[in-house]
Structures are given as structure tokens and as C-alpha cells.
């Protein structure tokens, strides 16, 4: 059977998987089906990293800045800003016309007690607040950051693209502990939550919100610019099965596959109906996470061991078909083509791989048979699962005491949390993909974090690090932070509080009719049928 006929043969299976039924040319102009990479199943964008959430925040919550094509800040909920006291302090006026989607107005104090929830749970947030000695709601449109010093870069951060995304609740959600999760999802965004139509592993929807005033700010780019809805309703359908999601799209049951196989993308490839453009123009970098509490990995030389067994051309094609133009490798903890990306440090990672070499170095290192639980998603085909699974191979080609958890993404979620050792349930290794928008310099970028319980999960000491990330918030010189960060790339990989797996440029699967996507991530404002 060739491609064309075993697509034709998957639409009746699409369809009975959606369960949705066919729209009219007239409803298909106000509705979008979605098909995301994995269950949403968390719905506290403060709670969890994980892509889903994040793009699910992005839908009912807005910020006070957004980023530009030059990650610039631009204002968004924000009319604007000023500095004072020599740049010691930071004053943000809210525009007048912004709304809940309950109808009450955005005020300041909903965004002072948006920010101290996030800042608990977002590692720039923690950095700010450290440098604030006071967030304080002047009236109902101002509020005001008083600093210990000048810090330039606060309307960036108040736009950052990384998880978790400082998004504007109401006062009374964002009171809530940032360690118990949010049931009231009251949002600030373009798009409201439809609660009473979710369905657990089959639906979630979201409607437009008609009060939803876009900024007059023209500037665009990635999160920056009206955020412009010309659907009432989109609708996310999980389909599971990577051919059944693809014959859906072919036969316009669906609209658009976010994450599809190296696989999907192949099936999908002669279709002139279907684009399969690049998901976002920045790569995103794939990473072997160690857990340092735990042994083994507590031991740097153990962590060192594995480096001549990685082979990033194995991680990548393993997520990206054999395409070399889909991924890159000889990657740091910057992604290519980015400002700071440098080959600094990362001649362990060149030449012949050998993992006799590396079981002797485990041998040299004192590996002595410590249990290694390998963590990892086993629904995320187009990402996570791939890695988890080259990973699996190499540690088992490497003798070590392997045990091997596949969980679902919600499991997942939960399970990296804990910090317990093995025995009791705790975790060794993980690999994740990331966007490569939080890795662009060292503020945002959670691999090269160094605070010990504060730090992502695996919660690596590295003092060093965290000197160098403090040096380059506080230079003011570009040609300095390069250097800076070169230098905590070698650190990094001395250290190894994560090991670099490539990077890969992630495709997306819609129909062509659909035009003007914004190339971050998965949103849904500004994408229309042409």
C-alpha cells in the first residue's frame, strides 16, 4: 500500500478518534482543531514547566510585556514604563481597558500578587525579587518596582518566553501557595477555559474571549503585538495514534498536528494541502538531566564517565528522522545560531564515540552498581519518548543497574518532583526537549543553574555557576557576556549538571489555508484561514 492510499485508509479511524463531528465551510471560518503532543491534565501554569501548560497559560492569561523578533520587551498589558532614582526604581502604568474574563478590571494589585506567586516558581523571578526590595500597587493602573540597583533587563523578564511565564491573574488566584495548584482559571487572555466541556485525554476547548482588548502596540514578533483571534472556538483533540492524527489532518477533520513524528511528517510530506513548516525559528535543545542528590550521579566523575558514550547524531535522529537539516549537533547549552552559542567546552563531546571507553572511566569513577532509574515520558513520540529511549540503549550498553520508568506526561510531572533517593522512589537521569527560546543566554536558561534546592529539577551545587550567571546579569557590556557565558559553558561541562543531547529544529503539521501562525511555540492568536 503507498502513503496516499494507507492515509485514505487511516480517515475512517481519525474520525471514529475525535469523535467530532464535520463542520460546515461556515463553521470551520470560526472554529480550529488542534491535535497537541500529550494529555493537559495540569492547569496552574506557576505549578508545572511542562510545554502543555505553558501553552494552555497562553491562551486565557496575558502579560504585562511581550518579546519582539529581537526578544525585546514590548508593552502588552502594559500602556508603558518609566525608570527613576538612577534607574533604582521601575514604574509600569497599565492600560485602562483591560479586563477579566469575569469582567473586572486588571488592576495593579492583581499584577503585584501575580508576580510574587510566579516569582516563587520561576528561577528570573527568584533573581528579581532577590534585587527588589519593594512591589508595590500606586493606584489602580500603576505599580512600582523600588530596587536594590539598576536593573535594565526587568521589562525582559517580565515578557520571558521560559516556563514558568509571568501571566496575570486575578489577586484572589494569585494569592493562592504557589505549592497547591489553582482551581479557579479566571483568565486575562484572549481565550476563555470551557471547564464544563473538558474531557480527560480527549478534549479541551477554548472559547474567544469578546472583551479581550489587544494592545495598540504595532511591534510583533514572538509573544509581542496585538494578539489578534479569529476563532471563537479551538478545539484541542487528543489523538494518540500518530497515523490516526495524521489521516484526521489529511482529511481536514483536523486543522493542525503541534508535534508530529519524524514519521507523521514523512506521511504527510506529499500532500499539497498540508505545510510542515518549522514550529519555531530558534532549535529546541535536547538535554540529558543528572540528578546530583542521588547516586550515582552525585559523583562528577561518574557524570563525566558518559560523555565518549553520547552521541548527539543518535539522540537527534531518534526525534527528527535522518533529515540533517532538522537537527544540529556539536551543541552546547545555547542553541546554534544564537548570540551566544560558542564551541567552548565541548571537546568531550567530538570525535569517535566509544562506550568502552566510557565503561572504563565508570570502572576508574567507583561505579558500584548503584540502581539507575532512568525517568521518562512514554507519550511524547515526537519528543521526550525518543530520547528516553536512545538513552535506555546506551545505559544498557554501559552495564549499568538499570531500571527504566516510562510514565505518562502527567506521571512524569509529578514523579520529577521528588527528591528521594531511588530506593524510595526518587529518580537518576531524564531527558527532556526544550524550547530553544529559554536557553538563549544564561538568566533564563535552567541547565546552567548551579542553587542546589532551588535549582530545576536534579538540583545541581555549582557555585561557580551561579557566580558567572550573577556576572552576566550584572555586566553591562556585550562583549563581556559572551565571554561570560563561554565560560559558563565550560563550567557546565566540567560540571555537568546536564549533558547536551543536540538540538532539533521541531516541524508542525497544518493545512496550508491556514496563515499568519506566530513562529513561538503553539499559540493561537493571529493564525486565520487565508
Not at 472556538?233 to 493542525?256: F, K, M, N, S, Y
Amino acid at each position: 500500500m503507498d502513503r496516499r492510499s494507507f492515509m485514505k485508509a487511516g480517515a475512517a479511524a481519525a474520525l471514529a478518534g475525535i469523535s467530532a463531528p464535520a463542520l460546515s465551510q461556515s463553521s470551520r471560518q470560526k472554529v480550529l482543531r488542534f491535535v497537541p503532543y500529550t494529555d493537559l491534565t495540569i492547569f496552574d501554569p506557576m505549578w508545572s514547566t511542562v510545554d502543555i501548560t505553558r501553552d494552555y497559560g497562553y491562551m486565557i492569561y496575558d502579560t504585562l510585556f511581550g518579546l519582539d523578533a529581537n526578544f525585546q520587551p514590548q508593552p502588552q498589558l502594559a500602556e508603558g514604563f518609566l525608570w527613576g532614582d538612577d534607574g533604582r526604581s521601575c514604574t509600569i502604568t497599565l492600560r485602562s481597558d483591560i479586563t477579566f474574563h469575569d469582567g473586572e478590571p486588571i488592576r495593579a494589585r492583581d499584577c503585584v500578587a501575580s508576580l510574587k506567586r510566579w516569582s516563587q516558581a520561576a528561577p528570573m523571578g527568584a533573581t528579581l525579587f532577590a534585587l527588589t526590595d519593594e512591589l508595590v500597587a500606586i493606584d489602580d493602573r500603576t505599580l512600582r518596582f523600588r530596587l536594590k540597583r539598576p536593573f535594565p533587563i526587568l521589562p525582559a523578564i517580565l515578557g520571558q518566553l521560559s516556563a514558568p511565564v509571568p501571566l496575570i491573574m486575578p489577586e484572589r488566584v494569585a494569592q493562592t501557595d504557589v505549592k497547591t495548584q489553582i482551581t479557579d482559571r479566571t483568565g486575562s487572555g484572549p481565550f476563555r477555559f470551557k471547564a464544563d466541556e473538558f474531557q480527560l485525554g480527549n478534549l479541551a476547548v477554548f472559547e474567544k474571549f469578546q472583551g479581550y482588548k489587544p494592545t495598540p502596540n504595532t511591534a510583533s514578533g514572538l509573544t509581542a503585538g496585538p494578539k489578534m483571534v479569529h476563532f471563537d472556538r479551538v478545539e484541542w483533540r487528543r489523538i494518540p495514534d500518530a497515523a490516526t492524527a495524521a489521516a484526521a489532518l489529511q482529511t481536514g477533520d483536523v486543522d493542525w498536528i503541534g508535534g508530529p513524528t519524524s514519521e507523521t511528517v514523512e506521511l504527510l510530506a506529499g500532500f499539497k494541502d498540508i505545510d510542515l513548516p518549522r514550529l519555531e525559528d530558534i532549535p529546541s535543545m535536547a538535554m540529558m538531566r543528572l540528578n546530583a542528590l542521588n547516586a550515582p550521579f552525585d559523583n562528577k566523575k561518574i557524570r563525566q564517565a558518559l560523555l565518549p558514550a553520547i552521541d548527539q547524531a543518535e539522540f537527534c535522529m531518534a526525534v527528527a528522522g535522518t533529515n540533517p537539516q532538522n537537527f544540529a549537533t556539536g551543541t552546547g547549552f545555547f542553541p546554534p545560531g544564537t548570540a551566544l552559542a560558542s564551541e567552548a567546552g565541548l571537546d568531550p563531546l567530538k570525535g569517535p564515540r566509544s562506550i568502552e571507553k566510557a565503561r572504563q572511566l565508570l570502572k576508574e569513577a567507583g561505579y558500584a552498581n548503584e540502581r539507575v532509574r532512568l525517568l521518562g515520558a512514554a507519550d511524547s513520540p515526537a519528543s521526550t519518548t525518543p530520547l528516553a529511549q536512545v538513552a535506555a540503549d546506551m545505559l544498557g550498553k554501559l552495564g549499568l543497574n538499570l531500571d527504566i520508568a516510562l510514565l505518562d506526561n502527567a506521571s512524569v510531572a509529578q514523579r520529577r518532583r521528588s527528591e528521594e533517593p531511588v530506593d524510595k522512589g526518587g529518580w537518576s537521569m531524564s531527558c527532556w526537549l526544550f524550547p530553544g527560546s529559554w536557553f538563549v543566554d544564561p538568566g533564563t536558561n535552567i541547565m546552567l543553574r548551579g542553587n542546589g534546592r532551588n535549582a530545576w529539577f536534579g538540583w545541581p551545587t555549582i557555585p561557580k555557576l551561579e557566580e558567572l550567571r550573577d556576572a552576566w546579569l550584572n555586566s553591562p557590556s556585550p562583549d563581556e557576556r559572551k565571554r561570560i557565558a563561554q565560560e559558563m559553558q565550560v563550567v557546565g561541562m566540567d560540571e555537568l549538571p546536564a549533558i547536551p543531547l543536540g538540538a532539533i529544529y521541531r516541524q508542525t503539521a497544518l493545512k496550508k489555508d491556514l496563515v499568519d501562525r506566530v513562529r513561538t511555540a503553539t499559540v493561537f492568536w493571529n493564525i486565520r484561514r487565508g
